[in-house]
């Protein structure tokens, strides 16, 4: 096994207010503690504590906010039950700033797995919230109905799938990375399944990589009565950043990049697509995963870090 070490959580200057709000209360910080230790449910935590199972909750979703705990749902004996933990055995919080340093600050939307903007499928499909199915191959047209808003689950077997993320910092301020974060799973359980997906940013090719079976763990298994059999419950965080310099997905290098190849232009969205190949005679094709499914607790998520203007007298 290997040796704990201190996770201290670096507090983004934007969110000090939200923090020292946070740990400003002595039943917050001894539910930190408690997490730290071991993830719990709320209704654990408001029996260890002995206080109500309401006002667990509130706490729970401060320190939420304040990105100091991670939740993620998970299948119990009546319905779902909410585990809360954190890896983070302090805060680090630093007012001191040199008097030529610029903050940096970052620009972050979530966009839902139903929010999307044009959508090309072919079977293997699946467009689902946690109540059940809303479309797939069987009824195509429930992909372009209203209710697609809701979805927190899409399988695609083949296609493109884009979404439109708002843009709007001026043209003035000095980008320096633009990330794109999101949950994802080949669409099949079955070993000799395989796809390919590439992902595009503003029409600019991020990709092509291989997406491989995934085994789920015994704690994996979050099933629905409605959900697919051979389907994973869950996939891997697939992060894509670009900055100044480089492109990299999950940190590894994929070669030279720059921001200014993607146009960010002010009150321009900007087009995230995935675009997926089914490989060999098992089509599966990829799984999205929203916040209230699989196990990161997110949707698809863009991060754009970036200098303000410096302020002259």
């Known amino acids: ?10 507090v983004p200057q934007a969110k000090t207010h939200r923090v020292l709000k946070a740990v400003d209360n002595s039943t917050r910080l001894e ?19 002995g206080i109500s199972q309401p006002t667990v909750t509130t706490y729970v979703k401060q320190l939420e906010d304040a990105g100091l705990i991670f939740t993620h ?38 966009m839902p797995v139903g929010h999307y ?19 797939s191959s069987n009824d195509y047209s429930y992909f372009f109905h209203p209710i697609r808003m809701e979805a927190e689950l899409l399988q695609i077997g083949q296609g493109r799938v884009s979404y439109l993320f708002p843009y709007n ?16 799973s080949l669409g099949s359980v079955n070993p000799h399944a395989s796809a390919d997906l590439l992902l595009q940013i503003n029409r600019q090719d991020y990709g092509p990589f291989h997406l491989t079976a995934r085994c789920p763990s015994e704690t994996d298994r979050n099933r629905m009565g409605w ?43 900007i087009e995230v697509s995935f675009i997926v190949s089914s490989v060999g005679n098992l089509p599966s094709g990829m799984i999205l995963f929203g916040k209230r499914f699989g196990r990161y607790n997110q949707d698809i998520r863009l991060t754009i870090s970036y200098e303000p203007q410096k302020k002259t007298d």
């Not at 959508?119 to 467009?127: E, F, K, V």
């Open 117 to 135: 903007s044009a959508i090309d499928c072919s079977d293997p499909c699946l467009l689902a919230t946690q109540a059940g199915i809303i479309a």
């Open 227 to 269: 959900y697919p059999s051979g389907t994973p419950p869950s996939g891997d965080l697939y992060v894509w950043r670009i900055d100044e310099h480089a492109n990299t997905l999950n940190e590894r290098y994929l070669g030279p990049g720059n921001l200014a190849d993607l146009h960010l232009l002010p009150m321009q969205p």
């Open 31 to 49: 539910i930190l503690r408690l997490l730290f230790l071991s993830p719990m449910n709320v209704s654990d935590l408001a029996r260890v504590l």
């Open 73 to 110: 749902l998970t299948k119990a004996q009546n319905g779902y039950t909410k585990i809360c933990h954190t890896p983070y055995t302090g805060i680090s919080i630093s007012w001191h700033e040199a008097a030529d340093q610029i903050e940096e600050t970052s620009y972050e939307l979530d």
């Open 169 to 184: 910092i001026p043209d003035t301020h000095r980008l320096i990375s633009l990330e794109l974060s999101a949950e994802l």
């Open 1 to 10: 096994m290997s040796e704990l070490k201190d996770f201290v959580f670096e």
